[in-house]
């Protein structure tokens, strides 16, 4: 069948793969969901604006229709965009052990989320030793992780202790800072909802790309925009639990996996850092001003994770540095990608900022 199917694509005794012409048509459905996207999100900064001034009652109801729009739009996104990427990895084989074996540290991450929250919603008393479980169980099977799963071989430099210890210590201050990052709350449906909608509308963004770097990485329409705020408006840890989420689902759009501790730091680790968004609602010397809570938070989060790809692009992917350029900055260069994206996310975030039904909506929610 898949032979069949690379005939309709390409001559007999040609070279190129079907998965080209996936590629092609990903190409131009992504250009189209990027101006789609930027409509979306023109029409929904004119909306806030003309109901801004209405009673409450009303902005609450306009509050879950715009919910349910982003919805939407999330799924159709992910939905089209994301069936082609999958075709494509399936014709490319790229999809192998290793990936099931991430999707699998992904599952068990799902499962001990999912099971923590119910027991702890239906006041099950042992709720927080069934946590406790599933983080022993998460660690040991991240350490088999890194200890048994061999690395690709080719194209990047041998590893040694020094990366180890450069994630432990990156690793240990974003959950510092996530863990004492503000008061903390029970889960609820309000949080649980938010978090779902904001975690499924980062995936859609992730897809809608300004352009992509030839080894790895892209520029998006503020990918990472929801789980910022997301972070801002219900706490750190929720923030960090949401950003670990997000960051499985990146492996699973774009799965590079040429080492264990290389596909922690670029997916989980990176992506988990946005939990510090929020941070910065705390920080008294600010005064309550949302522009610059969310600023500094912002900017806190995507550093650290541009440190984590940092790590990364040193010890892994060194031998790829262009001509002129050390391992060290090279990895420093290249990885600026999401200090753009830092300066996207900043400016469509203060434009939404902006509007009083925004910033009703995050100062009054519930934190975590």
Aim: aromatic share 14%; proline share 2%; glycine share 8%.
């Amino acid at each position: 069948m898949l032979e069949k199917l690379k005939g309709l694509w390409v001559g007999e005794g040609d070279d190129v793969y079907l998965a080209v012409g996936f590629d092609k048509l990903f190409d131009i459905l992504s250009t189209i969901a990027l101006y789609v996207t930027i409509a979306v999100f023109a029409g929904l900064v004119v909306y806030a604006v003309v109901v801004r001034n209405r009673d409450e009652e009303y902005l609450v109801k306009s509050r879950k229709l715009l919910v349910g729009i982003i919805a939407g739009y999330s799924i159709g996104i992910i939905t089209v965009l994301g069936s082609f990427k999958l075709i494509n990895y399936i014709i490319d084989e790229k999809i192998n052990t290793n990936f099931w074996l991430v999707i699998g540290l992904f599952a068990l991450v799902t499962a001990g989320i999912a099971t923590t929250v119910i027991l702890e919603k239906k006041q099950v008393k042992g709720y927080k030793w069934s946590a406790l479980a599933f983080a022993i169980a998460f660690v040991v099977y991240a350490i088999v992780l890194l200890a048994v799963i061999p690395a690709r071989k080719d194209d990047y430099k041998p590893l040694n202790w020094s990366m180890y210890l450069y994630s432990a210590v990156l690793v240990a201050a974003i959950v510092a800072g996530c863990v004492l990052g503000g008061k903390q709350t029970d889960y609820n449906a309000k949080s649980l909802t938010y978090g779902a909608v904001c975690v499924a509308l980062s995936f859609a963004l992730s897809y809608v790309k300004f352009f992509s770097l030839p080894q790895g990485g892209s520029v998006t329409f503020a990918s990472m925009l929801p789980i910022c705020l997301y972070s801002y408006m219900f706490g750190t840890r929720k923030g960090l639990v949401a950003g670990v989420v997000y960051g499985f689902l990146q492996f699973i759009q774009s799965p590079q996996f040429y080492q264990p501790m290389q596909a922690m730091l670029d997916y989980p680790i990176a992506f988990g850092a946005l939990g510090l968004a929020g941070i910065a609602r705390n920080f008294k010397f600010l005064k309550g001003n949302i522009f610059a809570e969310f600023t500094i938070g912002a900017t806190i989060a995507i550093l650290c994770r541009y440190f984590a790809h940092v790590i990364s692009g040193y010890f892994v992917f060194s031998s790829w540095a262009m001509p002129g350029y050390t391992a060290v900055s090279w990895t420093f260069v290249y990885n600026l990608f999401t200090i753009a994206d830092l300066a996207i996310v900043l400016a469509v975030g203060l434009v939404a900022l902006a509007s009083k039904t925004v910033r009703r909506m995050l100062k009054t929610a519930e934190r975590v």
